[in-house]
């Protein structure tokens, strides 16, 4: 039964993070998730320490403010005129650090220890459980459940005009949609899933699983719905070829997810029809009997 | 009743006025074309008037009323390489794209505008493209869909950024017919130009513009030497197209008729 | 109390700050600021792997494997980029979080094993800049001697390198080997600071007193300059504070006190700070209406 909400916890954070990974792919944002999952362990502290408890929801809103906050102060820079890498560079290192001081600082005792928000611990997800309408199942897969509900809903809402400003948000604003708004609710969504999966997988490999999968699907794809389709299929394959594999060989299942995913990726990297390195290298050797024959 | 109607307007970025005190009025059902030098702020002015710029003072009236993108008065073309051309989307999408703002928020796009989309793509010449990948199509091709979602938007008024940049000459030719089209049907046309050799042929009306207007009329009445040299400060260089070399002429515009 | 050791930490994060100062003005300069990010991530399997190899936690071995992957991690990153449509943030997202993760993996094994047990190869993830033994120190000067010495040896040829590629190879200069050299140097420094603060504070120190410095000059020798001075002045800085209160965390105080500066930069230096700039627009707006009125 446990390994079953392992299961289930890590095929969640797949399918959520992938979901959410297609648009910062295609809005060439991957590193600004990196930044936001990093800062959410700043929001998380905050959240701690004004409410003293380690409550979900105040995590989440914690983490929530501390995601646009970090979107926010990288636009800032950069529209006064810091280049795009440094400006993420500089906002996240510098809230991580603030983050990592208030821990020690004021919350050393409790279960709020660095090593776990960054790295996570799927093992443990099964223990923690709640119930709510009879229906009880570990906390984190509620929160799962939750933000990827909250997802599934933005996108519903959302779907063409989150596509047409990612496209060209020049010709966006020119019919008027209002980019701002959906830049910000985007940041949002993606804090939110980072700090439901950070729970299982922790903070840094959320990011493997919001980038990988959806690069891998990326490659594979020439319309976004299929890339969206693709990219929770392989985060779901990710998640749950990393527990096998990290059964295995006895080692951190949340490490072993995030290197599965980067072998699918390499995998399609090295094969992907048209394009992939053997396929051009049988293409040039058929170019070469070309120019033999003629 | 202007078509468009500029009092007034200027832009700053950073510390310097990039447009400044533009006053411009453009009867309806003219084929406008924008020319000045590089940096004169040809694109900026587009932008201003679509209300795209925070810096910006002045005023602009569209047919009468301020901007409101709720009336689906202007069609937009923005320059090709705003866009990232590896998205994963095919050609007819990109022209579905020019129905969103008819669509409306929370909306789907239906049969009828499907219908629409791809009608706008044939009159382009691209009806064979439609499940194209938009990656897997020429410069020329490209362009050809960007001005399909303009005519998907329906509009009274439509701009056109450098259309005709990185485009074979059928396809320049193929934007030029359907632009006198859009003309012939009563919509007013800016583009924003700069070949000077062909604004004879293309334009009825012409603005000249280096940082505020130098001048703005009927083409044949302003498009002439002593007005382009004010534009492009004397500093010309032309190329007589019979013996194909350059003629620097400081001040000497023989190549223009 | 400048104790013995305090003076050794002292040197050291003074000499990596200007170490990591000079090297994140070049970074900056490409637009690589995140690449030297993933490369420190990529770092933590090459010491896990190297460990598992060897059996012993000698600092140049560990810092051999170290050095090993995160070259890999960078030429992967081009390698991503040069053959598939995907961007430069997606290839180095993708190449952080994998390296990463391959390496907590790593480190989950060397953990089992009875020797890896007491290794404290986890520190390389957040650092121990206080707690360094001296022998650890005196590698880490070592290396931050040769990250600067090289610095100035090819100065004026990664300047133009990085300016003007093509121009470069036209006077024949061996750009590749060039753009070798500073990937290796980069990634020495990473791998040598990382020990101190950590891998993830390591970004900090390459992103930080670079994009400071460029706030005040517009000038590549003032910039290089004032990055080093910043630099070390945030891990001098940042190891006194430290030293002052049991508990507060090396690693963290120098990124915020490099931060600190960062933040009065932005808003106070001249001609690029917040305060200038608003003055500026004051200006413009006040220009502007000038005209107007005289216009109607």
């Known amino acids: 039964m446990n390994e079953f909400w392992v299961l289930v916890t ?16 295609l809005r060439k944002m991957a590193m600004i998730a990196d930044a936001i999952s990093h800062t959410v362990l700043f929001g998380i502290v905050m959240a701690f320490i004004i409410t003293q408890s380690l409550n979900g929801i105040w995590m989440m809103l914690g983490a929530g403010i501390a995601g646009v906050i970090t979107a926010y102060l990288v636009q800032v820079l950069q529209s006064n005129g810091l280049q795009e890498d440094a400006s993420i560079g500089v906002v996240f290192t ?90 910000y609710a985007f940041m949002t969504l993606v804090s939110f899933t980072t700090v439901a999966a950070f729970d299982s997988v922790g903070a840094v490999l959320v990011v493997a699983m919001l980038i ?10 020439k319309s976004i719905k299929r890339m969206i389709i693709l990219s929770m299929l392989i985060g779901m394959l990710s998640a749950i070829g990393g527990y096998y594999f990290a059964k295995f060989l006895d080692a951190s299942i949340a490490g072993m997810m995030a290197t599965t995913a980067g072998g699918i990726f390499l995998l399609v990297f090295l094969f992907r029809p048209y394009e992939g390195l053997l396929m051009k290298k049988r293409k040039l050797v058929n170019m070469n009997n070309l120019t033999i024959k003629s | 009743m202007n078509a468009i109607e500029v009092s007034q307007l200027s832009v700053a970025y950073e510390d310097n006025l990039v447009l400044h005190d533009i006053n411009l009025s453009v009867p309806v059902g003219k084929l406008v074309g924008i020319i000045g030098p590089n940096g004169a702020g040809k694109s900026t002015l587009i932008k201003a008037i679509l209300n795209q710029l925070p810096n910006k003072t002045g005023d602009v009236e569209i047919l009468g009323h301020s901007l409101d993108p709720k009336n689906h008065l202007v069609g937009y073309v923005p320059q090709r390489n705003a866009v990232d ?16 703002g008819h669509i409306g928020l929370f909306n789907r796009p239906k049969a009828k505008d499907r219908e629409k989309a791809m009608k706008c793509l044939k009159s382009v010449g691209m009806g064979e493209f439609a499940n194209r990948s938009i990656g897997q199509l020429s410069g020329g091709q490209q362009q050809r869909v960007f001005l399909a979602r303009a005519l998907a938007q329906e509009a009274e008024i439509y701009f056109m950024d450098e259309p005709f940049v990185g485009v074979d000459a059928a396809t320049e030719l193929t934007i030029i017919n359907i632009l006198k089209e859009l003309k012939a049907k009563g919509k007013t046309v800016l583009v924003v130009h700069h070949d000077l050799q062909t604004v004879n042929d293309y334009f009825d009306w012409t603005v000249l513009l280096n940082k505020t207007i130098i001048s703005s009329g009927p083409t044949r009445k302003i498009f002439t030497k002593e007005n382009l040299q004010q534009a492009y400060g004397g500093k010309l260089f032309f190329m007589n197209e019979k013996h194909n070399e350059v003629l620097a002429e400081r001040g000497g515009l023989n190549a223009i008729r | 109390m400048l104790s013995g050791n305090l003076l050794w930490v002292l040197a050291g994060a003074s000499l990596l700050g200007v170490a990591s100062g000079l090297i994140g003005s070049f970074a900056f300069l490409q637009k690589q600021s995140l690449v030297g990010d993933a490369a420190a991530h990529a770092a933590l399997p090459g010491i896990a792997i190297s460990f598992l190899i060897f059996q012993q936690k000698d600092l140049p071995l560990l810092m051999l494997g170290a050095i090993i992957t995160a070259t890999i991690s960078v030429y992967l990153i081009q390698g991503i980029i040069n053959r598939s449509k995907l961007k430069s943030d997606a290839a180095i997202g993708i190449v952080l979080s994998v390296f990463f993760g391959a390496g907590i993996v790593l480190l989950t ?103 400071t410095a460029r706030i005040w000059s517009d000038k590549l020798v003032t910039m290089i300059i004032m990055s080093a001075l910043f630099g070390a002045f945030s891990g001098a800085c940042g190891t006194l504070i430290s030293s002052l209160k049991t508990g507060l965390s090396t690693g963290p105080i120098i990124v915020i006190t490099a931060s600190s500066l960062f933040i009065f930069s932005y808003i106070f230096a001249p001609k690029r700070g917040l305060l200038v700039k608003i003055q500026q627009r004051r200006k413009i707006a006040k220009r502007v209406l000038k005209q107007e009125v005289q216009a109607s």
């Open chain 1, 212 to 221: 990988v999968p959806a690069s891998t699907a990326y490659l594979l794809s």
């Open chain 1, 94 to 183: 510098t809230l991580f650090a603030v983050g990592v001081l208030l821990i020690t600082l004021f919350a050393g005792n409790v279960h709020l220890d660095v090593e776990h928000v960054l790295m996570g611990e799927i093992a443990f997800v099964p223990w923690n459980t709640w119930t709510f309408m009879n229906l009880t199942m570990p906390k984190a897969v509620w929160m799962l459940l939750f933000v990827l509900l909250i997802n599934i809903l933005f996108l519903l809402g959302f779907y063409k005009e989150i596509k047409l400003s990612t496209f060209d948000p020049i010709f966006a604003m020119s019919i008027g949609l209002p980019l701002v708004f959906l830049h």
């Open chain 2, 85 to 100: 051309w590896d998205f994963p989307t095919n050609a007819l999408d990109v022209v579905l794209m020019g129905r969103y």
């Open chain 3, 109 to 211: 094994i060397v953990n089992q094993s009875s020797s890896g047990n007491q290794s404290g190869l986890n520190d390389f993830i957040f650092g121990k800049a206080a707690t360094m033994a001296k022998s650890d120190l005196v590698w880490l000067s070592g290396s931050a001697l040769i990250i600067i010495l090289t610095c100035l040896t090819f100065y004026k040829e990664w300047k133009l390198v990085i300016f003007d590629t093509t121009f470069a190879k036209g006077i024949g200069l061996p750009v590749n080997l060039l753009r070798f050299i500073l990937t290796a140097i980069t990634v020495l420094t990473i791998v040598t600071g990382i020990q101190a603060v950590g891998v993830i504070l390591m970004s900090a120190m390459l992103i930080i007193p670079a994009a």
């Open chain 1, 10 to 25: 890590g095929s969640l954070v797949g399918i959520t993070c992938g979901l959410t990974g297609v648009f910062l792919i």
